[in-house]
């Protein structure tokens, strides 16, 4: 059970954080993200954890590119 927890809160931490951007953007929980990734990679065999991958990958590039800057200064 102890490796099942570590092995879920690797993921956590370095899962790009996909799910909780959406749930965020949506206005529901993350576990409801999570749970349609989950089953929806069940019907369509993984064709939407390479979807997700491919969201993480963007969001990644769209933080690299436009980054908050709090003054004038921050250049």
Do not use: C, P, Q, W
């Not at 570590?6 to 993350?30: K, N, P, Q, T, Y």
């Amino acid at each position: 059970m102890k490796l099942i927890d570590s092995l879920r809160h690797f993921f956590e931490r370095h899962g790009f954080a996909v799910s909780s951007r959406f749930a965020d953007r949506l206005g529901i929980s993350a576990a409801n993200v999570r749970l349609f990734f989950i089953y929806i990679s069940f019907v369509t065999l993984g064709f939407s954890f390479g979807i997700y991958l491919t969201l993480a990958f963007l969001l990644r590039l769209k933080d690299l590119l436009y980054t908050k800057r709090k003054s004038v200064f921050d250049l």
